[in-house]
């Protein structure tokens, strides 16, 4: 009775389009002994490799702009098959040893190119500002060694990879602590702007990155979200962008998928390059236990997998969180089914 009531709810706010068709997919966690968020998920070397932030029990309360989520290193989990079981490494990366670096190891994602594995973290430098580095490791659990300086131009957070073609994209951007409001034109400004909700969204980045993936290979560009009216989507609408960028191909159509922040949501928006535009499609997941949400997508033998973390196991608190995954379908029209968060 209270799921029906909280559907309901969704779908009076939100509108129908909030709704589509849900699967009961069975869920499993990757480890409850300890806390990992922020999953990024690939098949390498015929397993699953899963790269977590590391949740602690912070000595910092103040919650402005995120800083009570105080990571401090990576960790690393690797698994057969749905269900088969994890091993786990912590410290694959510590903030101690990035010393360009002064706090806050949010949202990682490794890649893959000529058997070397390519670590993408952001960091506040020790001014403040975040910014993205790269890691290198000769095997997937690392450990990986990070170059002396943040990647030039780079900015804000959650950066993921996406090959296409033998070329690799950087995506990137969260609004809030993510600092994304702090740039435009790819500069940093001297006062932050959010926009008004009948504004144009705040969108993610995106930029190819140069053949030695320790660089970017052209200024980052803006991927931008439509809507059904093929106009931008505004930033008072529920399925903008808000952070968690990620991207997958099935059947040569491009996802890009993301949060959506405060109201508690990963989106899907399809397109037919890297680099978009990209249409909203409809929701991924829906709300979990605990204020933030963040996904990646994963093929491994043929199936597709959703990655993602909630704080149900800490008793839901927002800043000690669980990565689980489940099955996840892509229908023939090319819709996803959404996964029920709780």
């Known amino acids: 009775m209270k799921k029906l009531w909280f559907l309901c709810f969704a779908a009076l706010l939100l509108g129908p389009a909030m709704l589509p068709a849900q699967t009961a997919a069975q869920s499993y966690y990757l480890d409850t002994s300890d806390y990992a968020a922020d999953p990024a ?40 098959s749905l269900g088969s079981p994890v091993v786990r490494t912590d410290a694959v990366l510590t903030l101690e040893q990035v010393p360009w670096a002064s706090r806050q190891l949010w949202a990682c994602d490794v890649a893959c190119k000529d058997g070397r594995y390519y670590l993408f973290f952001p960091a506040k430098d020790h001014q403040g500002i975040f910014r993205i580095g790269v890691a290198v490791a000769d095997r997937p659990e690392g450990p990986f060694a990070p170059d002396p300086e943040p990647m030039a131009g780079t900015y804000s957070i959650d950066p993921t990879v996406f090959e296409d073609n033998g070329e690799f994209y950087l995506y990137f951007g969260g609004l809030q602590g993510g600092q994304l409001q ?39 560009r803006p991927v931008v979200i439509l809507g059904t009216d093929g106009q931008p989507l505004k930033a008072g609408d529920p399925h903008r962008f808000f952070e968690a960028a990620w991207m997958h191909k099935h059947n040569g159509v491009y996802y890009f998928t993301y949060s959506t922040g405060s109201t508690h949501l990963i989106c899907y928006a399809t397109g037919d390059n890297p680099y978009g535009p990209f249409t ?21 033998r043929g ?12 008793g839901g608190v927002s800043s000690l969180r669980s990565t689980k995954f489940c099955e996840l379908v892509h229908n023939p029209d090319g819709s996803i089914d959404a996964v029920q968060g709780q």
């Open 41 to 80: 998920a690939h098949s390498f070397e015929g397993r699953i490799h899963v790269y977590c932030t590391h949740d602690w029990a912070s000595p910092v309360t103040d919650r402005t702009d995120g800083n009570h989520y105080d990571m401090r290193q990576y960790s690393h989990f690797v698994l057969d």
């Open 182 to 220: 702090r740039f435009a034109d790819n500069k940093l400004l001297d006062c932050e702007r959010m926009p008004s909700a009948d504004e144009e969204a705040l969108p993610a980045r995106v930029a190819r990155l140069s053949a030695d993936m320790h660089a970017l290979a052209e200024a980052p």
């Open 280 to 300: 909203y499609r409809g929701v991924v997941l829906t709300p979990v236990v605990g204020w933030t949400t963040h996904q990646s997508i994963c093929r491994h």
């Open 303 to 314: 199936k597709w997998y959703l990655f993602y973390h909630d704080s149900a196991p800490s």
